[in-house]
Structures are given as C-alpha cells and as structure tokens.
Nanobody, 125 residues
Framework: QVQLIESGGGLVQAGGSLRLSCLGSGRTLSRYGMGWFRQPPGKEREFVAAMRWTGDGTSYADSVKGRFTMSRDNAKSTVYLQMDNLKPEDTAVYYC??????????????????WGQGTQVTVSS
C-alpha cells in the first residue's frame, strides 16, 4: 500500500507561481513511477507530468511544457511540481499518483496504482 498526500495548492494570479508537494509513504517508492494529473472544472482528469523516483524519464504534457517542472527529494520521499507562469486554464484539482513505472512514465496513466486526495489550484485572470 502507498499513501500520497498533496499540499501547496491555492489561489494565484495569472503569471504567478505555485509549488505542489506530494509526500509518499508505505511500500518502497523507488519501485514506482510518480505522476501529476489534474481535473479542470467540468472536464476529465488529464496527465500533467511523470518521472521515475531516480529522476530520469521525466515527461510533460504539451500544455505545461516549459512552465512546469517536476522534481523529487528521495530523502524526504516527496515529489514536487513547480508551476510557473500560471494561466487561468491551469485551474484544476491537482492529483499526485503512483503506479508501475511503465504505466506511469511511458503510458502516462494510472491503472492499478495509487492517488492522493487532490489539491485545488485556482488561477485568476
């Protein structure tokens, strides 16, 4: 079992920045790929970013490439999502997730993994 707890969401003006954190616990996290997903109001959940715990294999959705950066601190069992130059269309509930490395990093989805509870990010224009 893996537990994921997100934090760091909030309200920010367009052009601003936020950093989301995801604290993981439970099974050996290095076995998993880690990812961030988001669900905008009235839309389906979508992929944002993913990486291996080793730090390689990082990938991003085209909509956030160049603005968002995913990183991790192994000692703290935490992954981060640094979000810069935020836009109103980035408004969503952001979820941290863990799944098999191939599923998360290559397929960019969650099939039998774990989800955090989500954190709200609101970007005002």
């Amino acid at each position: 079992q893996v537990q994921l707890i997100e934090s760091g969401g909030g309200l920010v003006q367009a052009g601003g920045s936020l950093r989301l954190s995801c604290l993981g616990s439970g099974r050996t996290l290095s076995r998993y790929g880690m990812g961030w997903f988001r669900q905008p109001p009235g839309k389906e959940r979508e992929f944002v970013a993913a990486m291996r715990w080793t730090g390689d294999g990082t990938s991003y959705a085209d909509s956030v490439k160049g603005r968002f950066t995913m990183s991790r601190d192994n000692a703290k069992s935490t992954v981060y999502l640094q979000m810069d130059n935020l836009k109103p269309e980035d408004t969503a509930v952001y979820y941290c997730a863990a799944d098999l490395i191939h599923t998360m990093v290559v397929l960019k989805k969650v099939t039998s993994g774990y989800w955090g509870q989500g954190t709200q990010v609101t970007v005002s224009s």
